[in-house]
């Protein structure tokens, strides 16, 4: 049985993610001259943690390679302040999600206020990026307030993910060998966050050492059930706000959700680095 967290997450990732990938905010971080993906990634969701360098990054992010991370910080500083990348990934994500959601005021309107209860009763203590987020002054508008619950809610749930993959002694290299032995493609995770062949190798010969892969780079029983051990960790660790919420409330939310995230599922890759599930049909 799916858990009431996880099949949250499966909407309200949707809806944070086209921040990532639509034009309106890769053309917003432009503007500010952050050339190039990557710069108007980390500029935007680093900027609530502040003016920071790659250490913190490289930990609370957990995945992505040193170097990768030390390509954009601090230099990326220099460009811009976080203060005006806040303003660019949130000018350019409600672009985004006003164009998808003409029509659905209604919806946006419901979805607001539940998200909003659920992010206000979420325990984000020990979550760096989650309260970081939290913090980030919220915005006046339902679109802008969707948008705002969603992130403080997805990166919530990815410090917890961190600490459920730290639990179950799996690095940030591992972490993405093991979902490849899982069946998201290698060439979709390696070089998203920057690890070498050589790495990612050593690390695949450390896992099966640990008996989580055989020798052609799938999962054992083993390591499935280390994932399994992990998922659901991070699921205990991603209830408070639906906790706080109640059964009933949570319900509504899930299919607010569901009704704003289906016009945006195109405009995200399928398989995707997030490990979203595909969805029904495609």
Known sequence: ??????????????????????????????????????RGYYAGRVAPLGAVGADPVVRYFHGFARRHVERALPSIW???SPAAALDARLAG???????????????????????????????????????????????TD?????????TVLREAR?????????????????????RAGLGTPRSV????????????DTTA??????????AGGAATDAGRQVERAVEALTDELADSPWSTLGDRRTDDAYAALSTL??????????????????????
């Not at 993610?17 to 952050?34: Q, S």
């Not at 339902?142 to 969603?150: E, F, M, R």
């Open 1 to 38: 049985m799916v858990s009431r967290a996880r099949r949250l997450w499966t909407v309200f990732e949707v809806v944070h993610v086209p921040v990532y990938f639509a034009p309106e905010p890769l053309a917003a971080y432009a503007a500010l001259g952050l050339r190039g993906y990557w």
């Open 78 to 80: 220099e460009l811009t």
């Open 93 to 139: 994500v409600r672009d985004t999600l006003a164009r998808a959601w003409a029509g659905l005021d209604d919806t946006v309107l419901v979805a607001e206020q539940l998200l909003t209860a659920a992010v206000d009763g979420a325990d984000l203590d020990g979550r760096p990026l989650g309260s970081a987020n939290r913090d980030v002054e919220r915005p």
């Open 142 to 150: 339902p679109i802008g307030g969707v948008w705002h619950a969603a």
């Open 158 to 178: 990815g410090d917890g993910h961190v600490t459920a993959l730290r639990r179950h002694e799996i690095g940030p290299c591992e972490s993405l060998v093991l």
């Open 189 to 200: 995770l390696q070089p998203n966050r920057g690890w070498t062949d050589e790495e990612w």
């Open 205 to 214: 010969d450390s896992l099966q050492a640990r008996g989580l892969l055989d």
């Open 261 to 282: 995230a289906e016009p945006l599922r195109a405009m995200l890759p399928w398989p995707n680095p997030m490990a979203l599930p595909r969805p029904t049909g495609t």
